[in-house]
Nanobody, 128 residues
Framework: QVHLVESGGGLVQPGGSLRLSCAASVRSFSTKIMGWFRQAPGKEREFVAGISWNGGNTDYADSVKGRFTASKDIPKNTAYLQMTSLKPEDTATYYC?????????????????????WGQGTQVTVSS
């Protein structure tokens, strides 16, 4: 398993921006598919963004496309989620997750149950 620690959450006004970080304590970060998920109170955890094992490909939920950008800095063992044009409906606890890329032909996983490791989450609140 991978030890993941998210940071960067906070309170932001609608239209604002935040950058979340996910620091991974692992030797083989370059072989990990990364995912960003979020969970609002009373709702299920949902996929937000995915990053392929080599960082070369990303995918996003329709609700965040064009506003969020996910990336992976392999030398720094850190994944990022840059969030812009934030909306009140983006308010949630955000989690990063990691999954070993045993099949290098698979770029993303979209379901929480697919992932092996999770961070503790960081709260994002979008409110005026």
């Amino acid at each position: 398993q991978v030890h993941l620690v998210e940071s960067g959450g906070g309170l932001v006004q609608p239209g604002g921006s935040l950058r979340l970080s996910c620091a991974a304590s692992v030797r083989s970060f370059s072989t990990k598919i990364m995912g960003w998920f979020r969970q609002a109170p009373g709702k299920e955890r949902e996929f937000v963004a995915g990053i392929s094992w080599n960082g070369g490909n990303t995918d996003y939920a329709d609700s965040v496309k064009g506003r969020f950008t996910a990336s992976k800095d392999i030398p720094k063992n850190t994944a990022y989620l840059q969030m812009t044009s934030l909306k009140p409906e983006d308010t949630a606890t955000y989690y990063c997750a990691a999954k070993e890329a045993r099949d290098r032909g698979v770029s993303f996983y979209y379901y929480p149950g697919d992932y092996d490791s999770w961070g503790q989450g960081t709260q994002v609140t979008v409110s005026s």
